[in-house]
């Protein structure tokens, strides 16, 4: 069983940024495929980035591209989500999920393993 505890989130202006951290109980959390997913109020929880196990290969939303880098740090069995440019449109709850040698991404069934979410409100 893998436990996922993101943290970071939080009210921030629009414009701004934040970086959401993710730590992880794997004992081999360099094999596990790591997302981060949203989802707003009233919406289906959606993709936003993701990292794979192997080498590293990041994957993003179209709607973040280029705003977002998603990394991750084997060592403090940490992913993170950093957050620049931020917009109204990205408030949402966000949440960190596994999979151990996971190769798919985009899908919440893809992942077996979810943490608590934690929030982000971006205000104009």
């Known amino acids: 069983q893998v436990q996922l505890v993101e943290s970071g989130g939080g009210l921030v202006q629009a414009g701004g940024s934040l970086r959401l951290s993710c730590a992880a109980s794997a004992r081999t959390f360099s094999s596990y495929a790591m997302g981060w997913f949203r989802q707003a109020p009233g919406k289906d929880r959606e993709f936003v980035a993701a990292?794979?196990?192997?080498?590293?290969?990041?994957y993003y939303a179209d709607s973040v591209e280029g705003r977002f880098t998603i990394s991750r740090d084997n060592a403090k069995n940490t992913v993170y989500l950093q957050m620049n440019s931020l917009n109204p449109e990205d408030t949402a709850v966000y949440y960190c999920?596994?999979?151990?040698?996971?190769?798919?991404?985009?899908?919440?069934?893809?992942?077996?393993?979810w943490g608590q979410g934690t929030r982000v409100t971006v205000s104009s």
């Open positions: 999920a596994a999979r151990y040698r996971g190769r798919r991404y985009y899908k919440p069934s893809e992942y077996d393993y």
């Open positions: 990292i794979s196990w192997s080498d590293g290969s990041t």
